[in-house]
């Protein structure tokens, strides 16, 4: 007869520690039966983070990338852990090996540079990212930030016309 774990993410305030751990003896139940199981380890990393056992978490992240080594999750969840101890270069490198080109990771990709001080990389992904996203307000926020109060923002003459239509249509609407 097959045992079923189920494994929740979400906690309750009251008693939420004994909870996290039981569930992590049950986790480490099952991966003993099926250790390649690569949700059962993601499961476990979640858990681990939620007690605050970082390195394990880690641990359990590495195992799944030594499987797929180019999970974007893990890598994500791995650069947040890496941050987070203070390890800029390394999460970095698993934002950079995460391969993703939204917004967010952008972002965050940008502010890890300029935290090591490589302000060339840091301008670079900005202006990389309002290219590839020139309808995203945050990329030009952050550039605008970045570059000072006296910095000309560029706009395209499609945007710009975008801008005035809104305008004008709100002029139009004024008694």
Same mark, same amino acid.
């Given at each position: 007869m097959k045992k079923l774990h189920l494994h929740f993410t979400t906690v309750s305030p009251v008693g939420s520690l004994a909870g996290l751990k039981r569930r992590l003896a049950s986790l480490d139940t099952d991966l003993r039966e099926r250790p390649d199981d690569i949700e059962l380890l993601r499961h476990r990393a979640d858990v681990l983070r939620l007690l605050g056992e970082d390195n394990d978490a880690l641990g359990c992240l590495d195992a799944i990338l030594k499987r797929r080594p180019h999970d974007h999750q893990a890598l994500i969840v791995k650069a947040d852990l890496l941050?987070?101890?203070?390890?800029?270069?390394? #999460?970095?490198? #698993?934002?950079?090996?995460?391969?993703?080109?939204?917004?967010?990771?952008?972002?965050?990709?940008?502010e890890l540079n300029r935290r090591l001080g490589r302000m060339e990389a840091f301008h670079r992904l900005l202006e990389d990212g309002l290219a590839a996203h020139h309808r995203d307000p945050r990329i030009r926020e952050v550039r605008s930030l970045a570059l000072g109060p006296d910095a000309v923002d560029e706009v395209s003459l499609d945007e710009l016309a975008g801008l005035m239509k809104t305008l004008w249509s709100i002029v139009r609407e004024r008694p």
């Open positions: 941050e987070v101890s203070g390890e800029l270069e390394r #999460a970095l490198t #698993a934002l950079e090996e995460a391969g993703a080109d939204d917004v967010d990771t952008l972002l965050r990709r940008a």
